[in-house]
């Protein structure tokens, strides 16, 4: 059984960083591509990031480019996703999901039918 478990979200003033975390078990992690994604109170859910199984191909929403950075780590099977300079707007529910593909690609890394696996989600919450 395949399980994504987030991690690390909080409550944070603007300006602040917070850490997140996803851990997998039952999917042979490195044969994945990752990303996150993030649902707000009424809104849709939006694609945030995404990374390639090698770790190094990356892409991010226009929103979180140049303060958000996504990373994993395949000898532990966790993703991750750094965020500084945190805003109002980015208050959400953070989800990790993974697909069995080897890139992420600019045009699809946000579109969530692309994923197979997610996660349940952290909450994420930026006071002003």
């Known amino acids: 059984q395949v399980q994504l478990v987030e991690s690390g979200g909080g409550l944070v003033q603007a300006g602040g960083s917070l850490r997140l975390s996803c851990t997998t078990s039952g999917l042979i992690f490195r044969d994945y591509a990752l990303g996150w994604f993030r649902q707000a109170p009424g809104k849709e859910r939006e694609g945030v990031s995404c990374?390639?199984?090698?770790?190094?191909?990356?892409d991010y929403a226009d929103s979180v480019k140049g303060r958000f950075t996504i990373t994993r780590d395949n000898t532990k099977n966790t993703l991750y996703l750094q965020m500084n300079s945190l805003k109002s707007e980015d208050t959400a529910k953070y989800y990790c999901?993974?697909?069995?593909?080897?890139?992420?690609?600019?045009?699809?890394?946000?579109?969530?039918?692309?994923?197979?696996?997610w996660g349940q989600g952290t909450q994420v919450t930026v006071t002003s």
């Open positions: 999901a993974a697909r069995q593909d080897k890139y992420c690609y600019s045009n699809d890394f946000n579109i969530a039918e692309r994923f197979d696996h």
């Open positions: 990374i390639g199984r090698s770790g190094v191909n990356t």
